[in-house]
């Protein structure tokens, strides 16, 4: 098929581009870029220039490519777009993403409609944000938590629209995991190592994670099956920060971490974080391996922690 990669520079699209590639596949990645291209190019695909925030810029971009199947892998969280990561100040750290996924993806939609393209994967989340109500493992019958009155809210409510329009235009979204991997968790490493990653209370909220490669594949099928829905893209083990955090520490040869109590927490990290830790939801996967036929290369964060972090 021609696949249409918006986002084909970013974390995931450096592994999903070589692999729909090395699928038989011909593929248009976009970045925002030009010193990107050469990059893009090497990795077997024809690379372009795209603003997805203008409307122009991707109706001529996906005409021009003329796919079978846009990918949406655009996001802002780069320290280039959206900067150092604050999570104590999330509405206005994430508004780079929260802009590519309400005008960007209406943007993809209209170009996809436009050009008569007939198919739309987009990437979601599913790593902590499930409704904290009930058992701790959510399925994609379970709404995401929009967290309301926080700073989270806007780019909870961001994930809920490419839910709402690309499901009603017949596509996919796909709620990956919190990503790992080369490139995915290298500020998370940081912090590990300096000891400035808490253990926040009794460490109870539960997030789910997944592998670089394996958020590919399971895209790369969803792309070939033409699937249709919402799928969580998680590993299968979803599990509490007092569990895999440690994990991560040992794994990154840091001293174990320091523990917060969640009063400090919410002083110095803020209300969404002190959330994340102690109240967070993981999920289940059962749905995108009984309907996509997709297993995991890392089905647990612990052999993917060990093995698959560099």
Same mark, same amino acid.
């Given at each position: 098929?021609?696949?249409?990669?918006?986002?084909?520079?970013?974390?995931?699209?450096?592994?999903?581009?070589?692999?729909?590639?090395?699928?038989?596949?011909?593929?248009?990645? *976009?970045?925002?870029?030009?010193?990107? !291209?050469? $990059?893009? +190019? %090497?990795? @077997?695909?024809?690379? =372009? /220039?795209?603003? &997805?925030?203008?409307?122009?810029?991707?109706?001529?971009?996906?005409?021009?490519?003329?796919?079978?199947?846009?990918?949406?892998?655009?996001?802002?969280?780069?320290?280039?777009?959206?900067?150092?990561?604050?999570?104590?100040?999330?509405?206005?750290?994430?508004?780079?993403?929260?802009?590519?996924? *309400?005008?960007?993806?209406?943007?993809? !939609?209209? $170009?996809? +409609? %436009?050009? @008569?393209?007939?198919? =739309? /994967?987009?990437? &979601?989340?599913?790593?902590?944000?499930?409704?904290?109500?009930?058992?701790?493992?959510?399925?994609?019958?379970?709404?995401?938590?929009?967290?309301?009155?926080?700073?989270?809210?806007?780019?909870?409510?961001?994930?809920?629209?490419?839910?709402?329009?690309?499901?009603?235009?017949?596509?996919?979204?796909?709620?990956?995991?919190?990503?790992?991997?080369?490139?995915?968790?290298?500020?998370?490493?940081?912090? =590990?190592?300096?000891?400035?990653?808490?253990?926040?209370?009794?460490?109870?909220?539960?997030?789910?994670?997944?592998?670089?490669?394996?958020?590919?594949?399971?895209?790369?099928?969803?792309?070939?099956?033409?699937?249709?829905?919402?799928?969580?893209?998680?590993?299968?083990?979803?599990?509490?920060?007092?569990?895999?955090?440690?994990?991560?520490?040992?794994?990154?040869?840091?001293?174990?971490?320091?523990?917060?109590?969640?009063?400090?927490?919410?002083?110095?990290?803020?209300?969404?974080?002190?959330?994340?830790?102690?109240?967070?939801?993981?999920?289940?996967?059962?749905?995108?391996?009984?309907?996509?036929?997709?297993?995991?290369?890392?089905?647990?964060?612990?052999?993917?922690?060990?093995?698959?972090?560099?």
């Amino acid at each position: 098929m021609r696949v249409f990669v918006a986002g084909g520079s970013g974390v995931l699209g450096r592994r999903l581009v070589p692999l729909l590639v090395a699928r038989g596949h011909q593929v248009t990645a *976009t970045t925002t870029s030009a010193d990107k !291209l050469g $990059a893009l +190019e %090497a990795l @077997g695909a024809r690379a =372009v /220039v795209m603003d &997805g925030l203008d409307a122009l810029s991707v109706g001529e971009a996906v005409a021009a490519a003329e796919p079978n199947v846009i990918v949406h892998q655009m996001t802002g969280i780069s320290l280039a777009h959206a900067g150092k990561p604050d999570l104590k100040h999330f509405d206005r750290w994430s508004v780079p993403t929260i802009r590519l996924r *309400t005008e960007g993806t209406d943007h993809l !939609l209209a $170009a996809a +409609e %436009a050009s @008569g393209v007939p198919h =739309v /994967v987009a990437q &979601g989340y599913a790593n902590w944000n499930g409704i904290r109500e009930g058992g701790w493992v959510k399925t994609e019958d379970d709404p995401l938590d929009l967290h309301e009155g926080t700073a989270a809210y806007p780019a909870m409510a961001a994930l809920r629209h490419v839910e709402d329009t690309v499901v009603k235009a017949g596509g996919a979204v796909l709620r990956y995991g919190g990503f790992y991997g080369p490139g995915a968790t290298d500020d998370q490493l940081v912090l =590990v190592r300096k000891r400035q990653f808490p253990l926040v209370g009794d460490g109870t909220g539960y997030a789910s994670w997944i592998h670089l490669d394996d958020a590919a594949t399971a895209t790369a099928l969803a792309v070939e099956q033409k699937a249709k829905g919402v799928f969580n893209i998680v590993d299968d083990e979803p599990a509490p920060e007092s569990e895999w955090l440690p994990y991560l520490a040992r794994c990154a040869g840091a001293k174990k971490p320091m523990r917060l109590p969640k009063w400090l927490a919410r002083l110095l990290a803020g209300e969404v974080v002190v959330t994340m830790m102690t109240e967070g939801r993981g999920f289940s996967n059962a749905k995108a391996k009984r309907e996509l036929g997709w297993e995991p290369r890392y089905p647990s964060w612990r052999q993917g922690f060990k093995e698959g972090l560099a």
